[in-house]
């Protein structure tokens, strides 16, 4: 049975949103909409996941102030 890591989930919305704006400005570089798997879009969401990932993990497993035990 294959183990989804729950951060993930918590993960794929901000990766969402950085594909969506990628696209958006690819788009507007280039003055005509940009499909999803456009390869400059993929690299560059690639070299952004690459420079904020560790940042996002950290940020979506740190406990909430209402989940710490005191």
Do not use: N, S
Request: aromatic residues 4%.
């Amino acid at each position: 049975m294959a183990f989804v890591d729950p951060v993930l989930f918590r993960e794929l919305p901000v990766i969402q949103k950085i594909i969506a704006d990628e696209i958006w400005l690819e788009g507007e570089r280039r003055g005509r909409p940009v499909p999803v798997d456009d390869p400059v879009v993929r690299e560059q969401v690639c070299t952004i996941i690459l420079r904020i990932g560790a940042e996002l993990r950290t940020a979506l497993t740190a406990p909430e102030d209402g989940d710490a035990v005191r």
